[in-house]
């Protein structure tokens, strides 16, 4: 059995105009759901992070040289 999903706070909590994490880019419904979500609604919280990072130019992803 894996490891469940880890939450993906880094400890920078500010929630911007849109209610998003400025750190993790949660939603302040995610962030407070988190804890009770099965492991399939935790990958989609992810999914919706890094695509949030994604839009803001915060996302970077490792290279391979």
Known sequence: MS???RS????VCAL???DICTG???TGA???LWSRMT???????LRRCEERARE????FSPTTD
């Not at 492991?39 to 919280?45: C, D, K, N």
């Open 3 to 5: 490891a469940p999903l």
């Open 8 to 11: 993906p706070c880094i400890g």
């Open 16 to 18: 911007d105009d849109q």
């Open 24 to 26: 993790c880019q949660r």
């Open 30 to 32: 995610e962030i407070t």
């Open 39 to 45: 492991e399939v609604q935790r990958a989609e919280v």
């Open 56 to 59: 803001q130019g915060l996302w």
